[in-house]
């Protein structure tokens, strides 16, 4: 398997554009996350999907964000207007979700898409 | 909400030194998961606890879970320049499978 993979993998941009940042989780993983990381902030999770539905979107910073996932194997994560303080890293995740036992399924992260918003 | 902190967020050590970093939770956790993110990469798993006072090893890493199910701690022995990078810890949010990252333990090694 490749694993999870993000797009662009670096994406320079200027304040008011539009960003999409793409993303294919790992076949059969019913679970995928869209962390942001900062040095500020660290890793903070913006969303996250359980069978390409949303279940907490909690800590997507606010309406100019938003998310999809048409179909198991793709999900976007969009930005419009962009704004210089949504520079980061935006890393997607996959996962099987709860195993049981306890047990939650371990994160596979992609290599991250970096923004930079001029 | 709940919040994950880890301690200390810096650590630098000499090549062959021994250290210990720790994980602390506001609640008590289904279990905890620790990843690494090496400088310019992407974080990745290490291993997960479930059981109270569970002791995990992997090579020179030793993982534990405390008693209580709020704390973990990683201890490195021998530290190797590969281990250079940034330590998380993680735990699922009430009982869901969001899971809640510390901020992260960045290690230096001076070989």
């Known amino acids: 398997d490749a694993g999870v993979i993000q797009s662009p993998r670096h994406e320079v941009t200027e304040m008011g554009q539009e960003v999409t940042l793409r993303c294919k989780p790992i076949?059969?993983?019913?679970?995928l996350f869209w962390y942001r990381q900062t040095m500020m902030r660290g890793l903070e999770l913006l969303i996250y999907f359980n069978n390409n539905v949303p279940i907490d979107d909690s800590g997507m910073p606010e309406d100019r964000f938003s998310a999809k996932m048409p179909n198991a194997s793709f999900s976007t994560l969009k930005i419009q207007p962009s704004e210089p303080r949504d520079s980061a890293v935006y890393f997607c995740?996959?996962?099987?979700?709860?195993?049981?036992?306890?047990?939650?399924?371990?994160?596979?992260f992609g290599e991250g898409s970096r923004l930079t918003v001029l | 909400g709940q919040q994950v902190m880890q301690i200390p967020q810096y650590q630098h050590v000499q090549e062959g030194e021994d250290f210990t970093t720790y994980c602390n939770s506001s609640?008590?956790?289904?279990?905890i998961q620790w990843y690494k993110q090496r400088p310019g990469g992407h974080p990745v798993f290490l291993i997960q606890l479930v059981k109270s006072g569970e002791v995990k090893k992997q090579k020179r890493l030793t993982f534990q879970f405390g008693e209580a199910k709020k704390n973990s701690s990683l201890h490195i022995t021998a530290t190797q320049t590969t281990d250079v990078g940034t330590y998380f810890c993680?735990?699922?949010?009430?009982?869901?499978?969001?899971?809640?990252f510390g901020k992260g333990m960045k290690l230096t090694v001076n070989p």
């Open positions: 609640t008590t956790l289904s279990n």
């Open positions: 076949s059969g993983h019913n679970s």
């Open positions: 995740a996959s996962s099987l979700g709860w195993i049981g036992g306890g047990y939650t399924g371990e994160l596979f």
């Open positions: 993680a735990g699922p949010q009430g009982g869901s499978e969001k899971l809640v």
